[in-house]
Protein backbone atom coordinates (compact mmCIF):
# COMPACT_ATOMS: atom_id res chain seq x y z
CA UNK A 1 0.00 0.00 0.00
CA UNK A 2 1.27 3.35 -1.02
CA UNK A 3 2.21 5.78 2.01
CA UNK A 4 -0.11 8.45 1.82
CA UNK A 5 2.22 11.30 3.55
CA UNK A 6 4.93 10.27 0.80
CA UNK A 7 2.60 10.60 -2.13
CA UNK A 8 1.62 14.41 -1.01
CA UNK A 9 5.55 14.91 -0.13
CA UNK A 10 6.13 14.08 -4.07
CA UNK A 11 3.17 15.60 -5.72
CA UNK A 12 3.97 19.00 -3.79
CA UNK A 13 7.53 18.78 -5.13
CA UNK A 14 6.09 18.34 -8.29
CA UNK A 15 3.85 21.19 -8.15
CA UNK A 16 6.61 23.18 -6.95
CA UNK A 17 8.72 22.37 -10.15
CA UNK A 18 8.25 24.29 -13.39
CA UNK A 19 6.15 22.61 -16.17
CA UNK A 20 8.32 23.41 -18.32
CA UNK A 21 12.42 24.23 -18.39
CA UNK A 22 15.17 25.64 -20.48
CA UNK A 23 18.57 23.75 -21.12
CA UNK A 24 21.54 23.69 -23.39
CA UNK A 25 20.92 20.71 -25.12
CA UNK A 26 16.89 20.84 -25.64
CA UNK A 27 14.50 23.69 -25.33
CA UNK A 28 11.49 22.01 -23.15
CA UNK A 29 13.19 19.38 -20.96
CA UNK A 30 10.86 17.73 -18.43
CA UNK A 31 11.69 18.63 -14.82
CA UNK A 32 12.99 15.55 -13.12
CA UNK A 33 11.13 15.49 -10.32
CA UNK A 34 7.97 15.41 -12.73
CA UNK A 35 9.27 12.29 -14.96
CA UNK A 36 9.75 10.82 -11.42
CA UNK A 37 6.15 11.16 -10.66
CA UNK A 38 4.49 10.67 -13.90
CA UNK A 39 6.78 7.49 -15.02
CA UNK A 40 8.02 5.90 -11.72
CA UNK A 41 4.92 5.81 -9.64
CA UNK A 42 4.87 2.44 -8.35
CA UNK A 43 0.86 2.87 -7.06
CA UNK A 44 0.29 3.04 -11.40
CA UNK A 45 -0.21 0.42 -13.70
CA UNK A 46 2.82 -0.63 -15.54
CA UNK A 47 2.33 -2.89 -18.85
CA UNK A 48 4.39 -3.78 -21.26
CA UNK A 49 8.21 -4.67 -20.42
CA UNK A 50 8.48 -2.98 -16.70
CA UNK A 51 11.98 -2.48 -17.68
CA UNK A 52 11.93 -0.84 -21.22
CA UNK A 53 14.15 1.89 -22.13
CA UNK A 54 11.19 4.42 -23.10
CA UNK A 55 7.79 4.94 -21.09
CA UNK A 56 5.28 5.97 -22.67
CA UNK A 57 1.96 7.32 -20.40
CA UNK A 58 -1.87 7.49 -21.34
CA UNK A 59 -3.76 9.60 -19.33
CA UNK A 60 -7.59 8.42 -20.27
CA UNK A 61 -11.59 7.86 -19.16
CA UNK A 62 -13.46 5.23 -19.92
CA UNK A 63 -16.30 7.35 -21.25
CA UNK A 64 -13.91 8.54 -23.78
CA UNK A 65 -15.03 7.65 -27.19
CA UNK A 66 -11.50 8.44 -28.91
CA UNK A 67 -9.60 6.20 -25.75
CA UNK A 68 -11.94 3.33 -26.51
CA UNK A 69 -10.63 3.51 -30.24
CA UNK A 70 -7.27 3.52 -29.39
CA UNK A 71 -7.10 0.55 -27.53
CA UNK A 72 -6.05 -1.71 -30.60
CA UNK A 73 -3.52 0.68 -31.29
CA UNK A 74 -1.98 0.90 -27.94
CA UNK A 75 -1.87 -3.23 -28.31
CA UNK A 76 -0.44 -3.54 -31.21
CA UNK A 77 2.56 -0.75 -30.17
CA UNK A 78 3.04 -3.23 -27.09
CA UNK A 79 3.41 -6.26 -29.23
CA UNK A 80 5.57 -4.66 -31.77
CA UNK A 81 8.45 -3.11 -29.03
CA UNK A 82 9.74 -5.57 -27.01
CA UNK A 83 11.82 -2.53 -24.75
CA UNK A 84 8.97 -0.08 -23.91
CA UNK A 85 7.23 0.29 -20.82
CA UNK A 86 3.20 1.61 -20.31
CA UNK A 87 1.83 3.27 -17.93
CA UNK A 88 -1.68 3.87 -17.94
CA UNK A 89 -2.93 6.74 -15.83
CA UNK A 90 -6.56 6.45 -15.10
CA UNK A 91 -8.36 10.22 -15.42
CA UNK A 92 -11.58 10.12 -15.08
CA UNK A 93 -12.53 13.56 -16.40
CA UNK A 94 -16.06 12.86 -17.47
CA UNK A 95 -17.85 12.67 -14.38
CA UNK A 96 -19.28 9.98 -11.42
CA UNK A 97 -19.72 7.38 -14.16
CA UNK A 98 -16.02 7.61 -15.32
CA UNK A 99 -15.06 7.57 -11.56
CA UNK A 100 -17.01 4.46 -10.50
CA UNK A 101 -14.90 2.76 -14.04
CA UNK A 102 -11.56 4.07 -13.20
CA UNK A 103 -11.97 3.09 -9.14
CA UNK A 104 -13.56 -0.60 -10.59
CA UNK A 105 -10.26 -1.06 -12.84
CA UNK A 106 -8.01 -0.06 -10.48
CA UNK A 107 -9.68 -2.00 -7.91
CA UNK A 108 -9.33 -5.39 -9.87
CA UNK A 109 -5.52 -5.31 -9.34
CA UNK A 110 -6.19 -6.81 -6.38
CA UNK A 111 -7.90 -10.01 -7.55
CA UNK A 112 -5.42 -9.97 -10.53
CA UNK A 113 -7.85 -9.17 -13.41
CA UNK A 114 -6.83 -5.26 -14.05
CA UNK A 115 -6.59 -5.76 -17.91
CA UNK A 116 -9.64 -7.97 -18.25
CA UNK A 117 -11.47 -5.08 -16.40
CA UNK A 118 -9.80 -2.28 -18.71
CA UNK A 119 -10.33 -4.39 -21.77
CA UNK A 120 -13.99 -4.94 -20.99
CA UNK A 121 -14.76 -1.59 -20.16
CA UNK A 122 -13.25 -0.33 -23.21
CA UNK A 123 -15.74 -2.27 -25.07
CA UNK A 124 -18.36 -1.73 -23.77
CA UNK A 125 -20.90 -0.04 -26.03
CA UNK A 126 -23.10 1.47 -22.98
CA UNK A 127 -21.94 4.49 -20.96
CA UNK A 128 -19.36 3.53 -18.13
CA UNK A 129 -22.00 4.01 -15.19
CA UNK A 130 -22.46 1.82 -12.22
CA UNK A 131 -24.49 -0.56 -13.58
CA UNK A 132 -22.78 -1.46 -16.61
CA UNK A 133 -19.50 -1.46 -14.92
CA UNK A 134 -20.70 -3.85 -12.76
CA UNK A 135 -22.14 -6.05 -15.83
CA UNK A 136 -18.65 -6.25 -16.44
CA UNK A 137 -17.62 -7.39 -12.92
CA UNK A 138 -19.90 -9.70 -12.80
CA UNK A 139 -18.90 -11.20 -16.34
CA UNK A 140 -15.15 -11.79 -15.58
CA UNK A 141 -16.16 -13.54 -12.49
CA UNK A 142 -14.82 -10.86 -9.63
CA UNK A 143 -15.40 -10.77 -6.10
CA UNK A 144 -17.94 -7.90 -5.91
CA UNK A 145 -18.12 -7.26 -2.02
CA UNK A 146 -14.43 -7.32 -1.89
CA UNK A 147 -13.78 -5.12 -5.22
CA UNK A 148 -16.56 -2.61 -4.03
CA UNK A 149 -14.25 -2.31 -0.48
CA UNK A 150 -10.93 -2.17 -2.67
CA UNK A 151 -12.86 0.77 -4.53
CA UNK A 152 -12.70 2.87 -1.81
CA UNK A 153 -8.43 2.07 -0.79
CA UNK A 154 -5.61 4.39 -0.54
CA UNK A 155 -3.87 2.63 -3.20
CA UNK A 156 -7.35 3.69 -5.74
CA UNK A 157 -7.67 7.01 -4.28
CA UNK A 158 -3.77 8.08 -4.52
CA UNK A 159 -3.76 6.76 -8.18
CA UNK A 160 -7.03 9.08 -9.07
CA UNK A 161 -5.36 12.24 -6.67
CA UNK A 162 -2.26 11.66 -8.72
CA UNK A 163 -3.49 11.74 -12.29
CA UNK A 164 -5.60 14.94 -11.40
CA UNK A 165 -2.27 17.02 -9.76
CA UNK A 166 -0.36 15.85 -12.70
CA UNK A 167 -2.73 16.61 -15.16
CA UNK A 168 -3.80 20.10 -14.04
CA UNK A 169 0.68 20.83 -13.33
CA UNK A 170 0.63 19.70 -16.87
CA UNK A 171 -2.10 21.76 -18.60
CA UNK A 172 -3.71 18.65 -19.85
CA UNK A 173 -6.89 19.52 -21.72
CA UNK A 174 -8.32 15.98 -22.17
CA UNK A 175 -8.40 12.33 -23.01
CA UNK A 176 -6.62 10.65 -24.29
CA UNK A 177 -3.34 12.14 -23.93
CA UNK A 178 -0.07 10.50 -24.30
CA UNK A 179 3.24 11.48 -22.97
CA UNK A 180 6.55 10.35 -23.48
CA UNK A 181 10.24 12.10 -23.45
CA UNK A 182 9.82 15.54 -23.31
CA UNK A 183 6.55 15.38 -25.62
CA UNK A 184 2.25 15.20 -25.30
CA UNK A 185 0.24 14.67 -28.12
CA UNK A 186 -3.71 14.75 -27.22
CA UNK A 187 -6.75 13.49 -28.99
CA UNK A 188 -7.22 10.52 -31.65
CA UNK A 189 -3.87 8.71 -32.47
CA UNK A 190 -2.68 6.39 -35.10
CA UNK A 191 -0.17 3.56 -34.51
CA UNK A 192 2.03 5.59 -36.75
CA UNK A 193 1.71 8.75 -34.84
CA UNK A 194 2.57 6.44 -31.34
CA UNK A 195 5.15 4.99 -32.94
CA UNK A 196 6.62 8.08 -33.77
CA UNK A 197 6.25 10.09 -30.46
CA UNK A 198 7.90 6.82 -28.63
CA UNK A 199 11.02 7.12 -31.32
CA UNK A 200 11.50 10.75 -31.15
CA UNK A 201 11.43 10.02 -27.13
CA UNK A 202 14.33 7.64 -27.43
CA UNK A 203 16.07 10.10 -29.39
CA UNK A 204 15.31 13.06 -26.69
CA UNK A 205 16.60 10.78 -24.35
CA UNK A 206 19.35 9.04 -25.80
CA UNK A 207 18.46 5.69 -25.73
CA UNK A 208 18.68 2.61 -28.40
CA UNK A 209 15.68 1.72 -30.73
CA UNK A 210 13.73 -1.12 -29.30
Known amino acids: ??????????????????????????????????????????????????????????FFDYNCPFCKKLVPAMQRLIGADPQLRVVFR?????????????????????????????????????????????RVVRRLGLDEAKLRAAMQSDPVEDHIARSFMLAEHM?????????????ALFGEQSFEDLTALVARARKTLGVAAG
Open 90 to 134: EWPVFGEGSDFAARAALASREQGKYWQVHAGLMAMKDRAAEASVM
Open 1 to 58: MPNRRATLALLAAVAASPALGQTADRPNPMPGELREALERDRNAVVLGNPQGNVTLTE
Open 171 to 183: SLIGTPTFIAGDE
